[in-house]
Every structure is written in C-alpha cells, then in structure tokens.
C-alpha cells in the first residue's frame, strides 16, 4: 500500500517541535466544563466538526470518539458496499492512539534535537490531530479492511479455510508480504530524506557534511515498520476473523 507525501509530511511536520508534555496532561488545560488534555481536545472538537460534514459515513473514516458524535446536517451519501458489513463495527483506532502516544511520538522525541519543551503546547497539538485522525494514520490503518476484501476476494478459498477455523496466525502469515513491506519502507525512508531536509542544510550546498533532517529518515521507515505496518496487518486480520459473521 503506497503511502501519500502528506502522510510522511504531517510526521515531519510534529518533528519540528518539541515532546511538549503539557500537551497531554489531563490537568493542564482542563477547562469549560471540558475535562481532559489539550489534544482530547482539539481531537474531539476537530471529530464534531467533521462529522457534522457527513465524514464518519464513508467507509474508510473512523472517529476516535464516537459517543459524542453530533449527527450529518446533509441528507448521507449512499456509498457501494464494497466490505462485508463486520466492517462497519470495526474500529482500532483506541490502538491506533496507543501507539501514537506512547509509541510514535516517544520515539520521535527521543530521537530529535529539539529537546522536551518548548511551549508550542498548541501547534502540537494541531500537529498530533493532523497525524491521527484528519490526514494521516488512522485513515491509513484502517485501509486495511479493504485491502483484506480485495485479497480475500483473490484468494477466497484459502481465506475461508483460515476464517472458519479462526486461525489468526494463519490469517496473518497469508496477508503479509514481507517484499513489499521492505519496499515500502525504502519508499518512506526516501521521502523523509526527500522533505524531511533541513532548508538550512540545502541552502548551504556540498559541504561535505551529512545533510541535516527534522528528523532522521531510518526512524521514519523504522516506524512504519514497527508501528504502522503491523497495526495495518492487525486491522486486515481482524476484518477477515469477523467476514463470516
Ligand atoms: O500491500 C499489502 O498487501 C498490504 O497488506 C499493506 C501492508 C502495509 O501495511 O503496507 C501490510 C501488509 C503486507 O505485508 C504489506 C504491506
């Protein structure tokens, strides 16, 4: 599954600031009756924004908060039913936010030179909605389920041997394709290094030296390696366990 420049794009984007913790203190910026972090916040209200737009109808968007969803104020679009409808009740988007926090933005900080705080607690907070939710990983996660329908339509009998006897390890080993998660991860490293450069360092040329980066191009292949790849292969082998509801 090829990945879009803006998703690399939004990674790079939270890199140049700093870990901010008060971003994600639940005491911090509790207010207005509101009670949680800074980016609860800007998550739950950017998801009411856009469900009032009709978004969380469409097949391939997923809200982080559902139970506080206002309805569409448009009349929704009927979309083909192209997954079995197990899909509709899928949603791993409590891990696609586990691993955010407590995997993706650690290892950012650890690895990047801006250090822990810088007070930019808001635009990490834009940054960090960007990257879950409006543009980027929850969106590409969940493509999953539609990548299992199109492999489980090429290779139905194979498929169905492994969903009834709800042989996950089976189902995993069939859906993965280890050549082309090194490709992609190639891909992305070529991209970070692509934008995720230093203007500074392009400006001052050749100098001999190694050229400077928001963040380092192997962490952002390394993640999707560890990180975003696997949930993906989660999501694919979950839609699959429940295709024969
Ligand atoms: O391209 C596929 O076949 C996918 O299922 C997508 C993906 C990915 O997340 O990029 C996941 C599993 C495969 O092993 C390879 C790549």
């Known amino acids: 599954m090829n990945s879009l420049i803006a998703r690399e794009g939004y990674l790079l984007e939270r890199a140049q600031y700093c870990y901010n913790a008060d971003t994600y203190d639940h005491h911090v910026f509790s207010r207005y009756g509101f009670h949680g972090s800074l980016v609860e916040f800007m998550v739950k209200e950017t998801e009411k924004l856009h469900a009032q737009m009709g978004r969380y109808n ?5 809200p982080f908060f559902s139970t506080e969803l206002p309805k569409p104020m448009f009349h929704p679009l009927q979309y083909p039913q192209v997954l079995h409808p197990c899909a ?3 949603n791993l ?8 926090f407590k995997n993706l933005l650690i290892e950012f900080d650890v690895s990047s030179k801006t250090g822990y705080y810088n007070g930019n607690h808001g635009s990490a907070a834009v940054c960090d909605t960007n990257c879950l939710q409006v543009y980027a990983l929850s969106k590409r996660i969940h493509y999953g389920k539609f990548v299992a329908e199109v492999k489980f339509i090429e290779s139905s009998d194979v498929y169905e041997a492994a969903i009834r006897e709800q042989d996950r390890d089976k189902l995993m080993a069939l859906l993965t394709y280890e050549a082309v998660e090194a490709a992609t991860k190639k891909r992305v490293e070529a991209k970070a290094k692509a934008f995720g450069q230093e203007v500074r360092s392009m ?3 050749d100098d001999g030296a190694d050229p400077a980066y928001k963040i380092k191009p192997r962490l952002v292949a390394n993640l999707y390696g560890d ?3 696997p ?7 979950e839609y699959l366990l429940r295709r024969s509801d």
């Open 58 to 62: 469409s097949l391939d968007d997923h």
């Open 88 to 90: 509709d009740l899928l």
């Open 93 to 100: 988007n409590n891990k696609v936010w586990n691993m955010y």
């Open 203 to 205: 400006v001052e040329g």
């Open 227 to 229: 990180w975003i790849m």
């Open 231 to 237: 949930l993906t292969k989660e999501v694919q082998v």
